[in-house]
């Protein structure tokens, strides 16, 4: 403990004056960038495509997400999010097609690169309405254009108010809303003359980038975290990387989240920066169970019923496969089996894990005999004595557990050997 | 034989100082051969070339005679003494200028005083000079030297043809008028030692005046001496040039243009321009390119409308043609000159054309024939025009279009009198194309003096271009545009409009060129096209691809003025072998004329497969007088290439039409034109082969042609069967890499498979190496003749040397035979005694192989004998390779049956430098010869790539997207470069390549290749699913989390 000296004491007014000059030239306090998508259903989009350089905030770094979109303003979206705006510098200096696109707009090189690549028309007279808020029927067409799609025509159009679509634009909606990039309104309805947000634009083309592949610089599967250096690792689909993080854009089943929250075996998606670090990670898990499925070992799917409907979902060639919790080979998989753990692979869709269990046996345990290793379970017909193979596997709760750890109470499901004997047990305890 | 190798020894010093000085000519005027020395002018032979390219409706709709245009033949000279060639249909003179940029007929002379008995003595002796006055009382005197003139010329150094080339002409400059100007010559050309009776020459361009050497022979029909004017005094007189057309093909070129002969003689396109006669070849056609220079600099400062270039260079596009091309494009601009430029009869392979061009301004022309004209010469019937044979293919080299349009190739036109006795003679190429379209540009030029259209350069070629007809069955890399019609294009001209100046530069990553492309080797994936638009006003391009492989990225393309634009081409091509020529045009409707055409060529070759043992069959049919070429990919190490042509016969045993082929290699040289095989010939033969011996790696090119004469056998078309082999022992993977990526591999082996395609021998695999990439192995074409031996220093060859090996081969002409001899120097002994030697009689194909050769100097020497005089060509191949433990292979000494395939494994332990290297598996048979050499590629310590493959979008059978993502692997930093995705080559930029696919199924295979230079091997394959339609992928559910426990134990133990 000693005074400050007065060189000390100097140099502390002189930050505090920093400090206050920094408060007084802004003259508000300094928000955390794009912090009014925070919460907002839109927040890992907006992030990631301003992690990838295509939208900015305003200059009060505010997204301002609920706002409208202009017909300019979406033109430039499409022309940064696909890389054209080099081709855009160059084209503000031409005059432009359209007649209310003056030389001085900013948007002109955009809007003149738009057209050139035809994705962009403009209305009748040489107009283009640049100022114009975009409609989410023009937005579809733009960005079917972009991603050079024929208009789907004579597709059903799976939104409720699909009459209310412009015919110029029936085509488009449909093809989008057939590959999953529109969806609608969660009442069933597309609105399309609807002014389309920010939030909304942001959306659309993360999806559009997620569909020609440009979304992400890495996506592989989490083999290892390390929140304290904030470092990772992946498993890509030929290669093993370690990466470190820079920055808070890390985001979990489409929330904001720390790095801790990852967890192995979630899928995830990197947008690299400078020196090759992550500075946008987007982490997914998708799983699912069913029971009484089917398995095709010819095909390679799985199938269960989901309401009236059967449902079939491929599995990856290269899928891990467990049958009571064992790693099997595809030819060990059998015909049927009472449950069925999926984990999805998030960009296809497809089974990447398959954890197939086949009970013989469920009940509440009501003895266990270590020393004959025997388990007394109680079933709808009365008690069943079960007794354990040496090889057994045993889950309590989820986790590993041994023949000893089981109690009377525990609800067992239990699979038998060809002898007969227990060689699987999944307990679950209430807590 | 110690005695003939010391000679030998002798004579290697003679060659290298002779070697040293023997510059070969740059420029050449076309190999025209002359067809036929005609009594007259074959005035319905040129109404057909007139009537068929549109020049006779041109003079009907307009009464142009090229009257007041001035045209440059930059040439061999012309004749000034052809009576066509006197005067225009106004008596006013043909010939305003002549002047030589050669030093053929240059003569220094000597100043002596006037003599005052009129015998003047000088060491070549007494000359009388009775009456001939000079104003200073000074004279200057030399002499013209047969010998001194080109020894290749077509006269024949023989001016005065007795027979003798070692005359001399005494030469007398005098200044009559004013003290010290010296502008009178005398030239004492019938060797009589008197000037009195020699007529007075001043400069040409003052007097106009021509005498003649040698006496002309009145027994015969031809005219016996060589015509000759002034073409420079030098002002003090110190020397003179005297000008002569010793070729003639100056004189056929000029009389195409513009020959006025009356009702008896020739009648030139444009018979009322006036000619500026520029020599800047000599009388074998060659020259150099200072003078090729220098001549187009002095028709541009001479004030000439329109420049007449038939030559081409045969050296390629290093110095002389591209900056020809430059200096084309400045002067016409500056002077609004045309430029009409000769394509060469460097055809038919593809991209055979050298000629300069300026793509803005010269009007490049090829040659082709029409139907009438074969049936007017021959009595042929073709069922349609064709392309002359010769006639040069573009693109050039470095990617700019030729031809522009063709001409007709084959033309009947002035010859000096020397040389045909009635003056006249049928030549055919592209000089005699080019010559009628430099007439029809003077017919415009006048046309349009006459109403005031403006025909300023750029126009002229937008206006040819635009309306030219385009012939039936070939590219526009063979033909350009089309035939010229001079009437629509006159038509055209007539219309308003301003025409852009754009200029396009093509990039695939492989290659960077201007204008067009050419991919030869590999197939393109993506090309970008930057455009400039040099215009002062925007333009906005509609861009169209003609071809369905095709597809631009962009339906417009806006650049300001002054700015670049860009767009980008995907191509997806048919998978089948073939040449894929594309065009792409842009047009801005504003503008007036083509605006842009882009041609974007693909050759995707034939490869030799083991599962069809290494084979290609084509069968095809070729019409009357075309030719259809093919391509064959070639891969490294293979030792025989072998095609054979044959014509299958119909039902009665006939064979079915005839049929040549020419062979060209990988970089577009004729290595090869066989005999016609098939109907009508002598020894029935109705197959042929060729065989190359050593072969460069690369895209070989086959052209089979149909003879015209089909129709004297009734047949319309021929059928032929050309079979591509290869021979000696053929190694698999073809284009293998070795690489080392993790330090801790020390040992990486590689299992291949070795195939016997030719007879059954004894031996095994050995390896070698290993060698630096590329340091191993070298590989060259050169000149030989029988006076002067070949000599290669291969200088050191170093201790440790596993291998030294030489070949030539390959010879032109086929009949030549080399022997090659291979020399070490003792220094020891202090002098060169021989290693080895390869000399079998009648043979040009020699190979010297050593194993663990001796260190030290060596030289190898090759003599060429059975060359009749003439130079002759061939192939000279070397490999020093050292020899080191690291690389091994696995392989017994063994029979091996013809076809017979065995598997050997190679086994290389990492060198300690990071780098390339090469392993070399030589196949060596029991006695020691060596049935092929195969480099296979060791890489150590490259950086390394990671590739990531995005493309959830996909559905089977709609167009998509999939994005590919490049990074060093140490850095994570993007990586740019050059990779292949299932054999299509991309540049990466920024490390993002999004490339359009179309797949069918549910599952894609994208095989990722790169060999980069900058970074290690790369052969990866992924495998794309196709997402499930709506899939589970909901959202988290508490319910499942000890199934996920679970799990995650199962999979990671935790």
Known sequence: MHKPTAQGAHRFWLLVAVLVALLVTTGRPVRAALDDVTGHWAEESVHWLVAKGVVVGFPDRLYRPDWSVTRAEFAKMLICALGYEEEAEVARRAPSRFRDVPSDHWARGYVEVAADLGWVEGYGDDLFKPNGLILRSEMAVMIGKALGLQPAEGLPVPFADSAAIPAWATGYVAALAQRGLLRGYEDGTFRPLRHTTRAEAAVLILRLLREVGRDADLFGELTWVDPDHSRIRLALATDQVEIAIAGRGIFRAGRRADLSALKVGDQVAVVLGPGGRAVFVSASFADAVAWDVTVDRLSQTISFAEGAETRQIPILPDADLYLNGRSVGWDALPDAAGRAYMVFDVRTGWIRILDLAVFDVVGVIRHVRLEERHLVVEVAEGLETIIAAPEVLVFLNGEPAELDSLQAGDTAKVGLNEQGLADYVEAERKR | ?1054
């Not at chain 2, 030139?268 to 003078?291: E, F």
């Not at chain 2, 069922?383 to 279009?401: F, H, I, K, M, N």
């Open chain 2, 1 to 1054: 034989m110690r005695r003939i190798a010391a000679t030998r020894q002798l004579s290697v010093v003679l060659v290298l100082v002779v070697a040293s000085v023997a510059l070969l000519p740059a420029w050449t005027v076309g190999a025209e051969e002359v067809l036929r020395r005609a009594q007259g002018p074959d005035t319905r032979g040129m109404l057909l070339n007139l009537q068929e390219t549109g020049i006779v409706a041109l003079r009907e709709a307009t009464a142009a005679t090229g009257r007041d245009v001035l045209v440059a033949v930059i040439d061999t000279g012309v004749d000034p003494t052809h009576p066509d060639l006197r005067t225009t249909t106004q008596g006013r003179p043909k010939i305003v200028d002549w002047v030589d940029f050669t030093d053929e007929g240059l003569v220094y002379t000597l100043e002596a005083p006037l003599p005052a008995d009129g015998r003047l003595q000088t060491p070549y002796g007494e000359y009388r000079m009775q009456g001939i006055a000079s104003a200073s009382g000074k004279v200057r005197y030399g002499v013209f030297w047969e010998q001194q003139m080109d020894s290749a010329g077509y006269v024949g150094q023989d001016v005065d043809f007795n027979g003798l080339k070692v005359d001399r002409f005494f030469v007398l400059v005098t200044d009559p008028q004013q003290p010290g100007v010296y502008e009178r010559v005398y030239v004492d050309t019938n060797g009589n030692h008197d000037l009195a009776d020699e007529t007075p020459l001043g400069p040409f361009r003052e007097s106009g005046g021509w005498a003649r050497f040698g006496r002309d022979d009145p027994r015969t029909p031809e005219v016996e001496g060589l015509p000759f004017v002034v073409a420079e005094v030098a002002p003090d007189g110190s020397f003179v040039r005297l000008g002569f057309d010793g070729n003639g093909h100056g004189t056929h070129v000029a009389g195409a243009i513009a020959a006025w002969g009356g009702s008896e003689g020739l009648v030139g396109v444009a018979p009322d321009a006036q000619l500026l006669v520029i020599k800047a070849l000599t009388s074998s056609g060659r020259g150099s390119w200072d003078d090729v220079a220098a001549a187009i600099r002095y028709a541009a400062q001479a004030g000439a409308d329109v420049v007449n270039i038939s030559i081409s260079s045969d050296e390629g596009l290093l110095g002389g043609a591209d900056a020809a091309s430059q200096l084309i494009g400045e002067l016409a601009a500056r002077h609004q000159i045309a430029f009409v430029v000769a394509a060469g009869n460097s055809g038919p392979g593809l991209g055979s054309a050298m000629a300069p061009v300026d793509p803005r301004y010269s009007i490049t022309v090829g040659a082709y024939i029409s139907r009438e004209r074969w049936a007017h010469d021959y009595g042929y019937l073709v069922p349609e025009d064709t392309l002359w044979y010769q006639s040069a293919v573009g693109p050039r080299p470095d990617g700019l279009q030729v031809p522009d349009l063709v001409a007709p190739g084959r033309v009947t036109s002035c010859v000096p009198r020397w040389d045909s006795a009635g003056g006249y003679a049928t030549l055919e190429g592209t000089s005699m194309a080019a010559s009628l379209v430099t007439g029809a540009v003077a017919l415009i030029l006048d046309a349009a003096e006459r109403v005031g259209v403006r025909a300023d350069p750029v126009r002229l070629k937008t206006a040819l271009v635009s309306t030219a007809r385009a012939l039936s069955g070939y590219s526009v890399l063979e033909q350009g545009h089309g035939v010229l019609d001079a009437a629509a294009a006159w038509r055209a001209l007539q219309e308003p409009g301003v025409v852009p100046d754009l200029r396009v530069v093509s990039l695939t990553g492989m290659s960077y060129t201007p204008g067009s492309l050419l991919t030869k080797g590999y197939l393109p994936g993506e090309s970008i096209h930057y455009v400039d638009n040099f215009s002062p006003f925007p333009l906005r391009l509609e861009l169209v691809a003609h071809q369905p492989w095709l597809r631009v990225d962009k339906s417009t393309l806006t650049i300001p003025p002054v700015q670049q634009g860009a767009f980008r081409v995907s191509y997806q091509l048919p998978d089948r072998p073939g040449v894929y020529v594309g065009t792409i045009s842009g047009e801005d409707p504003s503008t007036w004329g083509k605006d842009m055409e882009l041609v974007t060529a693909v050759i995707s070759p034939h490869v030799f497969q083991s599962a069809r043992k290494f084979a290609v069959d084509i069968h095809g049919e070729v019409a009357a007088a075309r030719y259809h070429r093919h391509f064959f990919h070639l891969p490294a190490g293979v030792t025989e290439l072998s095609f054979s042509l044959r014509v299958p016969e119909d039902g009665r045993g006939r064979p079915v039409g005839r049929v040549r082929m020419h062979l060209l290699d990988p970089s577009g040289s004729q290595v090869a034109l066989s005999d016609y095989v098939g109907e009508e010939r002598a020894d029935g033969t109705f197959r042929l082969s060729h065989t190359v011996r050593y072969p460069v790696p690369g895209v070989w090119e086959v052209v089979v042609s149909s003879h015209p004469d089909l129709s004297d056998l009734d047949r319309m078309a021929s059928l032929y069967h050309l079979r591509a082999t290869l021979g000696g022992v053929v190694m698999e993977p073809a284009d293998a890499c070795l690489a080392f990526t993790e330090p801790d591999a020390a040992v990486l082996s590689l299992d291949m498979t070795a195939t016997n395609l030719g007879a059954p021998f004894t031996g095994r695999v050995r390896a070698v190496g290993l060698s630096r990439e590329g340091a191993a192995e070298r590989r060259a074409r050169y000149r030989i003749d029988e006076r002067q031996a070949f000599m290669q220093n291969i200088r050191e060859v170093p201790e440790g040397t596993a291998l030294l090996r030489i070949s030539v081969g390959n010879p032109d002409p086929p009949e030549m035979d080399l022997d090659l001899y291979l020399y070490r120097y003792d220094p020891d002994l202090g002098r060169w005694e021989e290693a080895a030697s390869s000399a079998v009689a009648g043979s040009s194909t020699e190979t010297i192989t050593l194993w663990n050769p001796p260190a030290g100097q060596y030289i190898a020497y090759v003599e060429a004998y059975r060359l009749e005089g003439a130079v002759g060509t061939f192939d000279y191949c070397q490999w020093i390779i050292p020899s080191s433990p690291l690389v091994t292979v696995s392989d017994t000494m063994e029979q091996r049956e013809q076809g017979e395939a065995w598997p050997v494994t190679l086994t290389v332990t990492a060198p300690d430098a990071a780098g390339r290297y090469e392993a070399w598996l030589a196949v060596e048979r029991v006695d020691g010869l060596l049935l092929g050499l195969v480099p296979v590629e060791v890489q150590v310590g490259l950086p390394q790539l990671l590739v990531q493959l995005h493309g959830p979008g996909l559905m089977p059978g709609v167009p998509g997207h999939v994005t590919f993502r490049f990074f060093r692997r140490d850095t994570l930093e993007p990586a740019d470069l050059l990779v292949e995705i299932n054999g299509q080559v991309y540049q990466v930029r920024d490390g993002i390549l999004t490339v359009p696919v179309t797949i069918q199924g549910e599952s894609a295979e994208f095989r990722v290749r790169a060999r980069d230079e900058a970074f290690g091997f790369l052969d990866q394959t992924f495998h794309l699913l196709v997402p499930v339609r709506d899939p589970v992928l909901g959202e988290p559910d508490p319910e499942l989390d000890d199934l996920r426990r679970k799990v995650r134990w199962q999979r990671w133990g935790r």
